[in-house]
Nanobody, 124 residues
Framework: QVQLVESGGGLVQTGGSLRLSCALS????????MGWFRQPPGKEREFVAA????????YYADSIKGRFTISRDNAKNTVFLQMNSLKPEDTAVYYC?????????????????WGQGTQVTVSS
């Protein structure tokens, strides 16, 4: 059984930075494409970024391009999300997800494995 545990959330001022981490256990981490999603208050969960299992491909939502960077360390079974130049609209619960497909669709992500989420709050 795959387990995902996120960490690194918190309260930061506008323009600040945070780095989220997500550790996977229970299966071979290097086999999974890893993704980050977020759910702002009162809104639906949305895609943020993903990195393929072979680290050859990264994907980003337009809203965070140039500010966020996804990376992975297969030796540590961990995926990271470096978030810079944070804005109040980045406030959300951030979730990591795992899927065996190279580039899952949104519905395929939803049927995959999820962490419990970590809160990111950006104050203005």
């Amino acid at each position: 059984q795959v387990q995902l545990v996120e960490s690194g959330g918190g309260l930061v001022q506008t323009g600040g930075s945070l780095r989220l981490s997500c550790a996977l256990s229970g299966r071979t981490f290097s086999s999974y494409t890893m993704g980050w999603f977020r759910q702002p208050p009162g809104k639906e969960r949305e895609f943020v970024a993903a990195i393929s299992w072979n680290r050859g491909n990264t994907y980003y939502a337009d809203s965070i391009k140039g500010r966020f960077t996804i990376s992975r360390d297969n030796a540590k079974n961990t995926v990271f999300l470096q978030m810079n130049s944070l804005k109040p609209e980045d406030t959300a619960v951030y979730y990591c997800a795992a899927d065996l497909r190279l580039r899952p669709t949104h519905d395929e992500w939803l049927r995959g494995y999820w962490g419990q989420g970590t809160q990111v709050t950006v104050s203005s």
